[in-house]
């Protein structure tokens, strides 16, 4: 049986409370190990179908088709699911996503005792997205079908993400603009519960290509990423623990890839004092690539492990 916060009871508890909802702030965290080892500055690098829901039009920018997969383990004994395809052919793009968030077996309570029994928190996105390289910048969009439940309550909702991606300098540059999460739901008992939506630019680059001494078969590559995000909505006290950053904040990336086959890489997120940095690794053969990224939380609640797996064709 799950050990549920104190506050949790007390917000279950409260019909005025649980009709505000917990918020969906799991569409405002990464699905996969690769965005989270970077802090999620990924507004203008392609991740394969996750990109969905950070900026669709790098769909079209990815040099194959390719399944992804991704599972974190978050806090408070959260678990977030992810499963996605994107069809690469020509400049277009056409990707479908799943990803949901939650967990089950809470002890319910309306006074100190024994349980009233027992209740789950999901949230579920479903999408689909289009993107087309016009080649000298890529346009893309999203739709998410939602849908949470929290206790008894249930509420469906939709979604619309936007974005526009370029690269430059032999791709050594890359470029990105989005707009995520833009939509709303249903009343949650009695009110909706509102979406992240955040407005996003972002740049990556190729900073340094070198080759260790004696070790001509060993290149790296040093790769910067840095996101501005906007949010649009606010949204506070939302997942579990309070960590939504207020107003506008930067996510900053750093990665060291070696011979394209190992990949180190680390994020720090500023104006966050709860998750303000992450670490990642990645192991990359011609078909399958393996990741995994480690997020320490400041709080107290634990440290976030995810893995995620990307097949290409």
Known sequence: MKTIFFNLFLFISSSTLLAQGSGFEMLSISPTPYSLSKAEATTSI?????????????????????????YSFWIANVNNIFGGVNFKKGQRAVAFSFYTSGADDYEAR?????????????????????????????????????????????ANGYAFNFGMASELFNDKVRLGASVTNLGEMEKLNI?????PTNFKVGTSADVLNFTPPKND????????YADYVYPLVETEDKDYADYTVPGSYFNLGLSFNVADILEISGGYKTQNNVRPVSFGAAFTTDEITFNYALVPFNTGYGTVHSIGIQYKF
């Open 46 to 70: 392609s991740e394969g179908s996750a990109s969905i829901f950070s900026n669709p039009a790098l769909l079209s920018l990815n040099d194959y088709s390719s399944i992804d997969l991704g």
């Open 191 to 195: 009110n909706s519960t509102p979406l």
């Open 217 to 224: 078969d060993l290149p790296v590559l040093v790769t910067a």
């Open 110 to 154: 309306n006074n100190p005792g024994p349980p009233n029994g027992e209740f789950s928190i999901q949230y579920i996105s479903i999408s689909a997205a289009y993107a087309y390289d016009f080649k000298y910048f890529a346009l893309g969009g999203a739709i998410q079908y939602l849908n949470e439940e929290n206790f008894t309550y249930q």
